[in-house]
Nanobody, 115 residues
Framework: QVQLVESGGDLVQAGGSLRLSCVTSGIVRFNAMGWYRQAPGKEREWVGTISRGGTTNYAASVKGRFTISRDNPKNTVYLQMDWLKPEDTAVYFC??????????WGQGTQVTVSS
């Protein structure tokens, strides 16, 4: 059974930092892995993606502040969030895509940024 488990969400003041982790199990190899977020009353939005080779892409709203990395042997992806803003408050979800382009999602972790 494939599982993605996020952790690291917390309450932090504006300007602070958090590091989210997403540990996967059940599948040996994923291609793209990434992060999405969903704020209250809003649709889920893409935050960023990292390829298996380490190429990253980010949404304009987080570029320069957030960094995605991954540990392939551990099938783990990370989201380093710096200079957090109140508008970054959301539930953050991990996504992993298999070699057959099937998507798996985690259950989400809450990030709250106070002003």
């Amino acid at each position: 059974q494939v599982q993605l488990v996020e952790s690291g969400g917390d309450l932090v003041q504006a300007g602070g930092s958090l590091r989210l982790s997403c540990v996967t199990s059940g599948i040996v190899r994923f291609n793209a892995m990434g992060w999405y977020r969903q704020a209250p009353g809003k649709e889920r939005e893409w935050v960023g993606t990292i390829s298996r080779g380490g190429t990253t892409n980010y949404a304009a709203s987080v570029k320069g502040r957030f960094t995605i990395s991954r540990d392939n042997p551990k099938n783990t992806v990370y989201l380093q969030m710096d200079w957090l803003k109140p508008e970054d408050t959301a539930v953050y979800f991990c996504q992993a895509v298999t070699t057959l382009n099937y998507e798996y999602w985690g259950q989400g972790t809450q990030v709250t940024v106070s002003s």
